[in-house]
Nanobody
């Protein structure tokens, strides 16, 4: 199983980024998919999640109204559209695939919000 994130980078406050995570080696449509982030000196935290069936979503309060998670099961890909970025969004963002006791992580992509 492999999860490969991309789309991170340096962006000014108020800007946007779109993260992608391509999964391989698993039946993607069966997995709940999530984005987590970890800032320096802080614990990893859930940012957004999307269920396998029905596509219901949930978000951390800190990103509600600014971030949108989506998935394309035909491309084995989950996305995180991030708008109105703030310096406190700076972190390494990780993709997670979850099916009961099976959990997989990507290697992470750095997002830096700074002027």
């Amino acid at each position: 199983v492999q999860l490969v994130e991309s789309g991170g980078g340096l962006v000014q406050p108020g800007g946007s980024l779109r993260l992608s995570c391509v999964a391989s080696g698993l039946t993607f449509s069966r997995y709940d998919m999530s984005w987590y982030r970890q800032a320096p000196g802080k614990e990893r935290e859930l940012v957004a999640a999307i269920r396998s069936a029905g596509g219901s979503t949930n978000y951390a309060d800190s990103v509600k109204g600014r971030f949108t998670i989506s998935r394309d099961n035909t491309k084995n890909t989950v996305y995180l559209q991030m708008n109105s970025l703030k310096p406190e969004d700076t972190a390494v963002y990780y993709c997670n695939a979850d099916l009961f006791v099976l959990k997989y992580w990507g290697q992470g992509t750095q997002v830096t919000v700074s002027s």
